[in-house]
């Protein structure tokens, strides 16, 4: 592990100055409408002093914590996911020629460089697995490459889980571990102060442009407790080893029947889901029909459209939908990209106006295979 | 020239009932001959008469004022062209007619009903042969009415 | 192509390259037969069972399988039936008409791998223009292959596709060639019944024989297990499948089925791949 140093505040105002000043944009939690969103950060004042989250099945609510805390609540409302993967995204834009024909012309795929301020563990692992499924398999999404190129990633350790995480039984938290320029644990005992690592060769010629100080051993330690605590106290769990053969196996089970009973197919899951990825295209025109415009935009498994066949409905009941989400989130994700598609984040479970929960369907599941032996 | 009792043995509809069965049902059967366009039975005619093709191929078929004539299946080698000779009122519900040039072994419905009356094995196995045929033609017909080639609707 | 543009669209998946309809063929009432030219003159080299996305310019996209012959230099041809607003728009395009096309894309029927046996090729309505360029393959190579047989299903005689074609196979090619309907009108002195009845009188041998199937998913179960009662192997048994593309790349998730992207993993897919999954409801 990279030595690490230490900034305190002044020192974090600094570390967005100079990224700022590199041309970044810089990409943090802040506070909108009673719940905490990434969007572009200034200063440290952007950032949401202070306050904390309670999270649980269908519930979201920010709190005031007793001290100033600056990333002190768990996962935001969305995750980085709409910072490189937008909601609607232009493809291509055409124009109708003389000749009957028509010229195409890609969207523009530069744009001004992300720096992302204080990304939790989990939503960095979902980065890193929108990096496989989109740009490491034979036909890459050129867009989202180009975003990812020249990111810097400032991420935070999770001090604070809320009732909905579970990022310890996923493997992704909540202490980062790849995937960052500069790591970040706040300190809070005595001087506000975050403990700053290293994980890219950029990540520590920029911290070495900073103002910082030698860090101690005691605050190595708090920062070790820190996790250990944080380990200690996820709302959730998920047994993870018997994941794929519970789901491929449960495939006619009745209890989809059940999940249906409930699920309203809202499709609140899969939009605040930090590595879904499906997306359908539309074809925008004028009213003379002589521009198309062909835009990408977020689709979700829990549409009845989605998996439309001529006239048919191939998934026609919302039990078959539930259990294709679930099904490849937890199962069909290892065989298509060697990892599980769930990062424990627990944002489906607390957005999910029915308060399903994505751990207890699975254990459900599995008691049931269990009981029939 | 092949004896009756031959050509049974030879056909699948027959084929592994025992020597004594064959004979029986041989002494209710002769062979036949139809040239293209020969009618084997009309709709609506008395079922005396069922058929095993030996070669050749039939039209099943239905004749409607509107629509003309609709085939609704055609045979071929070794399948058995009727069953209505078995089930009351013996009554023909479609017309069979020869495609080709067509050879079959002709078996007289009331003499198979008769030994089938004072010889229930005998009745039986032909009864697990005839719904062996029905069970083929039902999934056939059901597969054919799905009309899974047509337009999406 | 140019350096760039052959650049840009390998780099880009989603950007269409421009091809004019050069001819626009009447199959039946309801199918036509594009044959496309690309504009910038870079044909497209394709494997028998792949398919591309088509696009109609201000309408929307659909992926078609490619219906022409892999071994003959010419134009790009498709068969589309029309059963919505982009295949309406296909079908009724003009000569000299600019179509968007993607691609190819996908799996093939990995015609060379039935060398040196007997083939078996399934057809159910349409499903008889993706296996087309796989017929062709087997023609121009007809030595290295023991008995062809096709067995073509369709709706009824005036739904038959490529009667010339069938012709030819059924002569000049020596395949044993069986067309069977549902539905025989008071002209048809041809067969009438599903086409997996012709499976089970067809003439091959089970053991050395490769089946390819394409048509309605019922179709193909049902004649997947008229093939098995007869002993072709499982690991002969190929089928083309079908679900709903918008990227034909991977990447939108759409055409999944369990684990398997029939954009990528398919559209051809090994039956053995497909067995657990083809009977479950909704799946």
């Known amino acids: 592990m990279a030595e690490a140093s230490t900034l305190n505040l002044r020192g974090l105002q600094g570390l967005i100055d100079a990224l700022r000043g590199r041309g970044y944009r810089v990409m943090g939690p802040t506070v909108r409408n009673g719940a905490i969103i990434i969007d572009e950060v200034l200063s440290i004042d952007d950032l949401p002093r202070g306050v904390g989250d309670e999270q649980d099945a269908g519930h979201y609510r920010l709190t005031r914590r007793d001290d100033d805390a600056l990333f002190g609540f768990a996962a935001p409302m969305q995750s980085a996911k709409p910072v490189f993967f937008p909601a609607d995204e232009l493809l291509w834009h055409g124009r109708r020629n003389a000749d009957e024909g028509f010229s195409v012309e890609a969207a523009p795929t530069t744009q001004p460089p992300v720096a992302l301020l204080g990304v939790r563990s989990c939503d960095l692992a979902a980065v890193g697995i929108h990096d496989v499924v989109l740009t490491s398999r034979a036909l890459i999404d050129p867009r989202y490459a180009s975003r990812r190129e020249g990111t810097f990633v400032v991420a935070t350790t999770c001090a604070d889980p809320a009732g909905t995480c579970f990022c310890a039984s996923m493997g992704t938290g909540p202490k980062p571990q790849a995937g960052y320029d500069i790591a970040l644990t706040e300190l809070l005992d005595g001087e506000h102060r975050f403990l700053a690592e290293a994980g890219t060769p950029t990540g520590e010629e920029l911290l070495a442009c900073l103002q910082t100080s030698a860090t101690t051993a005691d605050d190595v330690t708090a920062a070790q407790t820190l996790v250990a605590q944080a380990v200690a106290g996820m709302g959730r769990t998920m047994r993870t080893d018997d994941l794929r053969e519970v789901l491929y196996e449960g495939v006619e089970s009745p209890h989809w029947d059940d999940v249906a009973s409930r699920c309203l197919a809202c499709q609140n899951c899969t939009m605040v889901c930090p590595t879904c990825f499906c997306t359908s295209v539309e074809d925008v025109s004028d009213l003379a029909g002589d521009v198309d415009e062909r835009h990408r935009v977020w689709d979700s498994c829990f549409s009845q459209e989605y998996s439309r066949l001529h006239t048919n409905f191939v998934r026609a009941s919302t039990g078959s939908r539930y259990r294709q989400w679930i099904t490849h989130k937890l199962g069909a994700w290892n065989d298509q990209f060697g990892m599980s598609g769930c990062v424990g984040c627990g944002r489906c479970i607390t957005w999910c106006p029915a308060a399903i929960d994505i751990t207890a369907e699975v254990a459900a599941l599995r008691d049931e295979q269990t009981d029939r032996g | ?153 | 192509m140019t350096a760039t543009a052959a650049a840009q669209a390998h780099a880009d998946p989603m950007l269409p390259r421009p091809f004019r309809v050069i001819g626009s063929r009447l199959d039946t009432d309801d199918t036509v037969t594009l044959s496309l030219e690309p504009l910038d003159g870079d044909p497209l080299e394709f494997e028998a069972g792949q398919f591309t996305m088509l696009h109609a310019f201000g309408v929307g996209e659909v992926p078609i399988s490619i219906s022409g012959d892999p071994t003959w230099p010419g134009p790009l041809v498709h068969t589309i039936r029309d059963v919505g607003n982009v295949t309406h728009a296909l079908v009724t395009a003009q000569v000299g008409a600019i179509v968007g096309v993607r691609g190819p894309y996908g799996t093939g029927w990995r015609v060379g791998e039935a060398r040196g046996g007997d083939v078996v090729l399934a057809a159910g309505g349409i499903g008889l223009a993706p296996l087309r360029p796989a017929l062709w393959e087997i023609a121009d190579r007809r030595d290295d292959f023991g008995r062809v047989v096709l067995l073509y299903g369709a709706r009824s005689p005036s739904d038959v596709l490529f009667a010339h074609d069938l012709e030819r196979w059924a002569g000049e090619f020596g395949m044993d060639v069986e067309i069977t309907v549902d539905y025989g009108p008071p002209t048809w002195d041809g067969r009438v019944g599903p086409v997996t009845k012709l499976l089970s009188r067809a003439g091959f041998d089970p053991p050395r024989t490769t089946a390819l199937l394409c048509g309605p998913e019922i179709m193909m179960t049902l004649s997947v297990n008229a093939l098995l009662g007869r002993g072709v192997p499982a690991d002969r048994l190929r089928l083309s499948m079908e679900r709903n593309m918008k990227c034909g790349v991977g990447l939108c998730g759409h055409c999944q089925l369990r684990e398997l992207f029939i954009c990528v993993d398919g559209p051809v897919l090994d039956y053995e791949r497909l067995a657990p999954l083809l009977d479950v409801w909704e799946l």
């Open chain 2, 1 to 153: 020239m092949r004896t009756i009792t031959g050509l049974l043995d030879d056909s699948p509809f027959f084929h592994g009932l025992p020597a004594p069965v064959i004979a029986q049902v041989a002494g209710c059967a002769q062979t036949a001959r139809f040239e293209r366009g020969d009618m084997l039975f009309q709709a609506g005619q008395p079922a005396d008469t069922f058929y095993v093709i030996r070669h050749g191929r039939v039209a099943v078929e239905l004749h409607n004022p509107s629509r003309g004539t609709i085939t609704l299946d055609t045979l071929h080698d070794g399948e058995v062209v009727g069953w209505s000779w078995l089930i009351p009122p013996y009554r023909w519900m479609f017309g069979a007619r020869a495609v080709e040039s067509t050879s079959a072994v002709a078996f007289d419905g009331a003499c198979l009903r008769g030994k089938c009356d004072t010889d229930p094995a005998l009745g039986y196995a032909l009864m697990q042969r005839v719904s062996q045929v029905m069970y083929e033609r039902l999934q056939a017909s059901r597969v054919q009415l799905l009309d899974m080639y047509g337009a999406p609707t």
